[in-house]
């Protein structure tokens, strides 16, 4: 009774908190960024240092991802091409036993783990890659894609073959636990606790950034867009806007990861699929410069001489966009995969394939389209505009109502980004603490909390920290990666022999034979 009503008085102090607009009027916001900034200077500028690539600077984050997915394409003989059909298979359903342990299907797995990675990178995000490092990066950002295919499944294979059963028969996992696992099993238990909890420590504070903050203050940004503009009623109005979306996140994420699935599972369809339509459409209506797009796109990707950087620059550029995109590297999706209902972990790193060919193949190529066959021709890239401004620009030199679904489709990138990361902080905060109801509780109203707070004060420098710490921890999920790579390769052959011996029941076709029986 004393922890319920503790927990009670907590929720009260912050929701008056967050409605007490003298608190902000305080310069909260001031004193927070002057206590955070030094701290996210010296992280960022570790995590995003640039070295001396031939003569251009890459930061060392994205070559150690972008060697590391090259390294398992290869490694896993190109799984990513010989695993494609299988994988659509699994989340089709056709191997999907409902008996197994897990809380959810393959395909709400993959729904959870695409809806965390399609944000608005996907839209503004691709354009400043073309901005910077011109049509080329739109090729090389394909490429990026495709090896990250074979880094999520190495990762996810891994997250549900040493994800841990609570007696609720809920299930917990993630690179902190086949982190762990790894030390443990080899007689360093101090040393895998240590690097569990610092995983999911850095988890913990990524999430209420990049996966919470940012994404809420996106979303009040495109909403004020389509009520108005700077004549909009909500313009300054960010609290009341802040609250409604955590509230709406707190009724999803309430009901655990299958609430969470079964709303991702339509969400994410439905938001893929208004945004690749309204591409599509916009392409087609400039179809006569398609052909010469794509010459351009292909040229400056290989191009030696360029404003821009020639080959190396869109190489650079193109990959970072990728990889920032669609997480590859850095573990977070395997959290949500690993509560997949199945008895062999392979077949949920195949399913996870998925996700960077969505992400990164689809809907980036897409963007990059828009913008090179409407956006280059027009001569918008010669007005100044940058990110999102500019691939609504795009749309609207067609239709001048085409930002509207843009908008749309951006809030549900930002809201269901915002569920499936409240998941992945949820577990995170579970590993360091317990997986007692009140412990969740307590994160998931800070978590709700920090999204309110997103709209109503600019913290930069939170959001910075939180984006370095987000990107640190693919160092030693990386390095676990690589230590278990001969493990993932004996466990992904066996599964796929077993599924061509007919020994991996096709449940899907027995279902069909019942029903001709």
């Known amino acids: 009774m004393n922890r319920v009503r503790g927990l009670s008085n907590t929720v009260v102090l912050i929701v008056g908190a967050l409605l007490s607009r003298s608190v902000f ?102 354009a400043v890659a073309i901005v910077i490092g011109g049509p080329g990066a739109a090729f090389w950002l394909i490429v990026a894609g495709f090896v990250s295919m074979s880094t999520k499944l190495v990762e996810c ?44 420590l850095a988890l913990v504070i990524g999430c209420l950034g990049i996966g919470n903050m940012f994404q809420s203050n996106q979303a009040y940004v495109q909403f004020v867009t389509i009520t108005g503009g700077d004549s909009s009623y909500f313009v300054d109005k960010g609290w009341l806007f802040g609250l409604a979306i955590a509230a709406l996140v707190g009724v999803v994420i309430l009901g655990g990861i299958r609430s969470i699935a079964a709303v991702a599972g339509k969400i994410v369809p439905f938001m893929a699929v208004l945004y690749m339509v309204s591409a599509v459409v916009i392409i087609a209506m400039s179809a006569e410069h398609i052909p010469a797009a794509v010459g351009l796109i292909v040229g400056s990707a290989f191009s030696l001489e360029s404003v821009t950087g020639g080959m190396v620059g869109a190489i650079i550029v193109g990959f970072q966009r990728a990889l920032f995109s669609n997480e590859a590297g850095l573990g977070s999706a395997s959290i949500a995969h690993s509560a ?30 828009v913008i090179v066959v409407t956006a280059y021709p027009a001569g918008l890239m010669d007005q100044g505009l940058q990110g999102i401004a500019l691939t609504s620009a795009a749309f609207e030199h067609h239709f001048s109502w085409a930002p509207y679904p843009l908008a749309v489709a951006a809030l549900l990138f930002a809201f269901s980004t915002s569920i499936a990361w409240s998941y992945y902080g949820l577990k995170a905060w579970t590993y360091l603490f317990s997986e007692h109801p009140v412990s969740e509780n307590i994160f998931k109203l800070v978590f709700c909390g920090f999204l309110a707070l997103g709209c109503m004060i600019q913290l930069e420098a939170v959001l910075d920290f939180s984006d370095a710490m987000v990107f640190l921890i693919s160092v030693p999920n990386i390095l676990g990666l690589y230590f278990y790579a001969p493990e993932i390769k004996r466990e992904v052959r066996e599964f796929i022999d077993g599924v061509n011996r007919g020994d991996v029941r096709n449940y899907r076709q027995e279902r069909a034979r019942a029903s001709k029986a």
């Open 25 to 126: 009027a305080g310069g909260i916001d001031e004193t927070v960024e002057s206590i955070v900034r030094p701290l996210a200077a010296a992280l960022s500028s570790f995590v995003f240092y640039k070295l001396s690539l031939f003569g251009y600077e890459i930061p060392w984050i994205v070559l150690w991802l972008a060697v590391a997915a090259t390294f398992f394409t290869l490694y896993m003989g190109f799984i990513n091409i010989r695993g494609f059909g299988l994988a659509l298979r699994l989340v089709r359903g056709d191997y999907h036993d409902p008996k197994a342990p897990g809380e959810i299907s393959h395909f709400k797995a993959v729904a959870t783990a695409v809806s965390g990675t399609v944000g608005i990178g996907n839209i503004g995000g691709v």
């Open 157 to 200: 294979t891994l997250g549900v073959k040493y994800r841990k059963y609570n007696p609720d028969g809920s299930v917990s996992g993630g690179p902190m636990y086949y982190l762990e696992h790894y030390l443990v099993s080899r007689g360093f238990p101090l040393m895998g606790k240590g690097l569990g909890r610092f995983y999911a």
């Open 340 to 369: 997949v209902q199945t008895d062999h972990p392979a077949s949920e790193g195949l399913v996870s394939l998925l996700e960077p060919f969505i992400d990164t193949i689809v809907i980036c190529t897409l963007s990059s389209l």
